[in-house]
T-cell receptor
Framework: GAGVSQSPRYKVAKRGQDVALRCDPI?????LFWYQQALGQGPEFLTY????????KSGLPSDRFFAERPEGSVSTLKIQRTQQEDSAVYLC?????????????????FGPGTRLTVT | EDKVVQSPLSLVVHEGDTVTLNCSYE??????LLWYKQEKKAPTFLFML????IEKKSGRLSSILDKKELSSILNITATQTGDSAIYLC??????????FGPGTSLSVIP
């Protein structure tokens, strides 16, 4: 079956531009996560959705970052007025069908990431 | 503030060596400890550990959780060049939030 997909895979933006990154999670997965990964570092948590509800956005680095998942499936991470320090790989992950939750099974699946370069 | 720490941050070994990677965590509402392998792409899931003292194994990889010490280790025996990757440790909270450590970069040389 299809895994987590993200688009675009690569994005070059000029400083000050707005960008939108898309994540298509595995069908039926309740939980969706966004991470920012700088070169040589582990993924940094940005935000988390359970269905359409954004339960935690404590990792969003500034109010220029905004994420949504309006229908509980596809999610978009938007970065306004991009800065050079926003350059990173943005990873999306999904997990947990309702059945997984019932049986306490857990595995988090990552998408391939979007590499954002701000020039 | 929730945090996950890993050591060493990088490691170079020869093929056939055994390695032990360390992870410690300070997380509120801790539920599980996760290990991932990341090559030049997205992380791939290795293990989830929930109970203390129970070893999980997959081939040459094994891992164990110590909830008293808030730590976990990942062992790789008889290392191969294909084991070269970044190994990420992460903690999962009761509501699915996952906090990653910085990773251990493992290089296995022939």
């Amino acid at each position: 079956g299809a895994g987590v997909s993200q688009s675009p895979r690569y994005k070059v933006a000029k400083r000050g531009q707005d960008v939108a990154l898309r994540c298509d999670p595995i069908s039926g997965h309740v939980s969706l996560f966004w991470y920012q990964q700088a070169l040589g570092q582990g993924p940094e948590f940005l935000t988390y959705f359970q269905n359409e509800a954004q339960l935690d956005k404590s990792g969003l680095p500034s109010d220029r970052f905004f994420a949504e998942r309006p229908e509980g499936s596809v999610s978009t991470l938007k970065i306004q007025r991009t800065q050079q320090e926003d350059s990173a790989v943005y990873l999306c992950a999904s997990s947990s069908t309702p059945e997984d939750r019932r049986t306490n099974f857990y595995e988090q699946y990552f998408g391939p990431g979007t590499r954002l370069t701000v020039t | 503030e929730d945090k996950v720490v890993q050591s060493p941050l990088s490691l170079v070994v020869h093929e056939g060596d055994t390695v032990t990677l360390n992870c410690s965590y300070e997380v509120t509402n801790f539920r599980s400890l996760l290990w991932y392998k990341q090559e030049k792409k997205a992380p791939t899931f290795l293990f989830m550990l929930t109970s203390s003292g129970i070893e999980k194994k997959s081939g040459r990889l094994s891992s164990i959780l110590d909830k008293k010490e808030l730590s976990s280790i990942l062992n790789i025996t008889a290392t191969q060049t294909g084991d070269s990757a970044i190994y990420l440790c992460a903690s999962k909270t009761s509501y699915d939030k996952v906090i990653f450590g910085p990773g251990t970069s493992l290089s296995v040389i022939p």
